[in-house]
């Protein structure tokens, strides 16, 4: 399937704005859906360390702790959400989820009550961490960990979803494109090889044939006039 | 609400169908008039009906009320007529706490057996509706619902498990107006001994708080200061931990370290992880707060890598079940797993037969083995196997806590005469005072504190010959550390 050369520069011309619309797009989605779902894991986590530390006074303050880690073993099933554990007002961790035991990072650096901590956990990986204070932190705090790799992964299902239909798009746009230039450059061809034909006294390696000649002579667009006007100068041949 | 929404999605579809027979089966226009008609009659005889229902439902509303009324207190009676007591129980019988609840059942049933071929309680048989929820507190849920609206039990009784037990007594809060009571738990959690879930309970058992005070107490008193905990990463490990740790805190001291496993966790499974975290800490005694299977799979892959100091475990971990698991790889591997090894417990010793309550015990496990097991379809729900079958402990502590637990019901049944009504379950336990279940401890519930839990007493036992025996106070001066 040849297209004409006239319209291969505006084919490749089209299939280069189609690429760098679907790069552009990819980038401005990838950044977007990027940082939303970081966002909303951050706030999520944050409702849920704020969920905790509002609904559980009692609990605290009566030292159930027992009840109390009921309530945070039923949050650590949320996917993404990796570890929760409580502080109480002198800074000794009263319930947890860890298993076999606190990590080292975490034992060392908790009670400064930041807002956000990002953690790297020996053997566990990376977590982002948010804190929220029980009675203004007067009770103490409960932490949330994330796992930012549960998060990337999301992050990245999300973005392999939107390029996967992106490529599609390139191709079946690319597809599109080169079968319409093909069909605005057919009858060029024809108009072509009917004027070298009618023009020139050497043979032509493929004469038109006299159907598509025609049917060429017939279109009431451009290529139609120009190849009656043709016909016409070579004197109705 | 799922019903209401898929049943009225059900009666649309039914209607389309009904429209669309015309469509399907004529094309003459008279064929598709008529099922239009016909449908359109049906739609409105549909209409008056449901009218004449609610006419009905309101005109009526006044009697219903009073019909569900009486309904309601019968059901609180558990009907005159009937001849039986159910109790309801949910327990792990087929997953990893399963032997603890095979023996609490066992133990139970060795008293209520010859009590129901004598009669029962004022002719009423006393049975136990029992369900699998395998340690999980989801199933437990579950399985109180049914006992509460389905099997319309008397009691909830002998629960086994705090994880469990800490999402059950919400349901029992929000059905408290039917009085259901959960009697004597397997489990020593502060959960149902503290508001707001106290009144919803009576305990015969020590709590975990007492058990934890008293090992401390004597760990302390033969200088073993440095005490760690390896313990359930659950609420019932957190409640053990919470005992621990406030039993250290009357001494000044804190835990020394902690390690803990996931529910569930089987002996085979490696617990060499917990084991160096107690490496690193060097406690002088380590305080388990879990299952027989994770006890007895951290207390081998502790004497393997030569951490010796003396090892405690609360009740709720089943002896008898963790010294058959050590045994059995004392065998395999030629080395010790059951000395320096002590239990906490909340019911005397089994072997003690100068306990009149002991030697009634031992008589009807001896005469009612096999007619005690739970049904098989209960342990094995997935089928029964050789390797998953259960061969139960002849004498044990926790089948002696399910009979006393029994017997003790019996007592307060008896009490509340020829009409017991769930109602009146509460004030009766309540009016018990001091009382003598023939466990040579003094028992009281009521009073002036409105005691909810019988028992106070907590027993020491440790591994002799192969089997559990009293570990008496003088004795811990052998383990103190010089």
């Not at chain 1, 944050?46 to 702790?65: C, F, G």
């Not at chain 1, 977590?127 to 790799?149: N, P, Q, R, Y």
């Not at chain 2, 449901?50 to 569900?68: M, Y």
Request: glycine share 8%.
């Amino acid at each position: 399937m040849r297209i004409a050369r006239f319209y291969q520069k505006t084919l490749f011309g089209v299939f280069a704005i189609i690429g760098l619309i679907v790069t552009l797009t990819s980038a401005l989605y990838v950044n977007t859906v990027d940082r939303q779902l970081t966002g909303d894991f951050l706030n999520n986590s944050r409702a849920i360390a704020r969920s905790i530390a509002d609904s559980n006074v009692d609990l605290i303050v009566h030292r159930n702790y027992s009840a109390l880690q009921s309530v945070i073993d039923q949050f650590v099933e949320i996917s993404g959400i990796s570890y929760v554990f409580v502080v109480d007002k002198k800074g000794a961790i009263i319930a947890h989820t860890f298993v076999p035991g606190v990590p080292d990072e975490i034992v060392g650096d908790y009670k400064d009550a930041k807002d956000v901590y990002d953690r790297t956990l020996t053997g566990l990986g990376n977590f982002s961490e948010v804190t929220a204070g029980i009675l203004a932190g007067e009770a103490g705090f409960v932490h949330v960990g994330m796992d930012k790799g549960y998060i990337a992964l999301q992050v990245q299902t999300a973005i392999g979803k939107e390029v996967y239909l992106l490529s599609i798009i390139l191709i079946v746009s690319v597809l599109a494109s080169y079968g319409l230039m093909y069909l605005v450059s057919r009858p060029l061809d024809h108009l072509r090889s009917y004027t070298w034909n009618s023009l020139s006294s050497e043979q032509h390696a493929s004469p038109p044939d006299p159907s598509q000649v025609k049917r060429l002579l017939e279109r009431t667009d451009e290529v139609g006039e120009l190849g009656r006007i043709i016909r016409w100068a070579t004197g109705g041949k | 609400m799922k019903i209401r929404k898929a049943r009225v999605r059900a009666a649309q579809v039914k209607r389309r169908s009904r429209l669309g027979a015309g469509w399907r089966f004529g094309t003459a226009f008279c064929e598709k008039k008529y099922v239009e008609e016909a449908a359109q009659t049906w739609l409105r005889l549909r209409r008056m009906f449901t009218l004449a229902l609610l006419l009905a439902a309101v005109v009526l509303n006044a009697p219903t009320s009073a019909k569900d009324k009486t309904a309601a207190t019968d059901a609180d009676r558990q009907d005159a007529s009937q001849n039986e007591i159910r109790l309801g129980m949910s327990a792990d019988f087929s997953a990893s706490a399963r032997a603890l609840s095979i023996e609490l059942y066992r133990g139970a049933m060795a008293y209520l057996l010859p009590l129901n071929n004598a009669g029962g309680v004022d002719g009423r048989r006393v049975v136990i509706k029992a369900y699998d929820d395998q340690y999980e507190p989801d199933l437990a849920i579950y399985n109180t619902l049914k006992l509460m609206d389905e099997d319309n039990v008397f009691a909830l009784f002998s629960y086994v498990g705090t994880p469990t037990m800490n999402r059950t007594l919400p349901l029992l809060q929000m059905r408290h107006d039917k009085h259901f009571l959960l009697l004597f738990p397997f489990t020593g959690a502060d959960t149902n001994r503290i508001p707001p879930y106290d009144q919803l309970s009576f305990n015969l058992r020590a709590s975990y708080g007492q058990e934890m005070k008293g090992l401390v107490d004597h760990f302390v008193a033969i200088n073993r200061t440095r005490i760690a905990t390896f313990y359930q990463a659950d609420a019932y490990g957190r409640a053990g931990w919470s005992g621990l740790r406030q039993a250290l805190d009357e001494h000044g001291l804190d835990i020394a370290g902690e390690a803990t496993y996931r529910r569930g966790s089987p002996f085979d499974q490696s617990y060499d992880r917990q084991v160096a975290i107690m490496q690193r800490v060097q406690p002088d005694a380590v305080v388990c707060v879990g299952t027989y299977p994770a006890c007895a799979g951290f207390v081998r892959d502790m004497r393997d890598r030569d951490v010796d100091c003396p090892v405690a475990a609360i009740s709720f971990v089943g002896g008898g079940a963790m010294l058959k698991l050590l045994s059995a790889a004392e065998q395999d591997s030629n080395k010790d797993y059951t000395s320096r090894l002590v239990t906490s417990q909340v019911v005397p010793s089994y072997d003690d037969d100068s306990i009149p309550a002991v030697r009634e015990y031992h008589e009807a496990m001896d005469r009612y083995r096999d007619a005690i097991m739970p049904p098989d379809s209960l342990l094995y729900p997935h089928g029964k196997t050789a390797e998953r079958q259960y061969v139960p402990l002849s004498y044990g502590l926790i089948s002696l806590e399910g009979y006393l637990n029994a017997k003790l019901f019996t007592a307060i049944l008896r009490r509340m005469g020829a009409d017991p009504r769930r109602a009146d379950l509460a004030a009766a336990v309540l009016g018990m005072g001091n009382f003598d279940l023939g466990m040579g401890q003094p028992l009281s519930f009521g009073g002036d504190t409105d005691r909810r839990q019988a028992s106070d007493q907590v027993y020491y036992s440790v591994v002799k010959d192969g089997r559990f025996v009293p570990f008496r106070d003088a004795e811990w001066e052998a383990w103190a550390k010089r």
